[in-house]
């Protein structure tokens, strides 16, 4: 065996033991992000911290249709330092399509949002990320935020405290931050259950 296919078989055997960790029933979806270059450490984060897939609303058409063109274009395999190709990402034409997909699969929505007079209002520690079995947690574009078709659609809105003069963080980091406390919280919960069981 050369050494290209030796590292692709280290590489593989590596993701199959990553997808024990994988919170299942756990999707990130980004609306309609307007810089394609955040998109790419969103799915590193992803990756990185176990959740299952990406969604991502894409009004403008910025990405390729097709998954596998998707995986291979560089624009994402080099903002996601090649997590692209070992995580599963869906694109839909409109936020109304993606919604319908996630509820007819039976999915929960909450939304990464400032408090919303109306809605169920969290600070991201203190929220409970695991009392619906399968969850999508949005995150909106840089400049507008999750729209007002999501929210009204979402079980709650989660918001990060922030102490700063600046109280706003890049949908990277802001992503990387829920996603540690939501896949902790479930994979904890899966653990725990699964000990009560023993």
């Not at 394609?36 to 990405?63: C, F, H, Q, T, W």
């Not at 520690?125 to 400049?143: I, M, Q, R």
């Not at 992503?175 to 023993?198: C, H, M, P, T």
Request: aromatic share 8%; net charge positive; proline share 3%.
């Amino acid at each position: 065996m050369n050494d290209e296919k030796k590292a692709k078989s280290h590489l593989r055997e590596m993701a199959d033991k990553a997808k024990e960790f994988r919170c299942k029933n756990l999707i990130i979806v980004l609306e309609n992000p307007r810089k394609m270059v955040n998109i790419g450490p969103i799915v590193r984060n992803v990756n990185a911290l176990g959740a299952e897939k990406v969604y991502i609303v894409d009004s403008y058409k910025s990405l390729p249709e097709d998954w596998q063109e998707m995986r291979h274009w560089n624009k994402l395999v080099k903002a996601s330092a090649s997590a692209i190709k070992w995580s599963f990402v869906k694109r839909f034409d409109s936020t109304e399509a993606c919604i319908e997909h996630l509820e007819a699969n039976n999915f929960k929505s909450i939304v990464t949002s400032p408090h919303i007079k109306g809605k169920v209002n969290v600070n991201l520690s203190e929220g409970d990320y695991t009392k619906h079995k399968k969850l999508a947690v949005w995150f909106g574009n840089e400049s507008q935020g999750v729209s007002d078709l999501v929210i009204n659609r979402s079980e709650m809105c989660v918001n990060i405290p922030m102490f700063g003069i600046i109280e706003s963080l890049n949908l990277g980091t802001s992503s990387g931050i829920v996603l540690y406390e939501v896949a902790k919280q479930r994979r904890n919960f899966i653990a725990n259950n699964l000990k009560d069981k023993r």
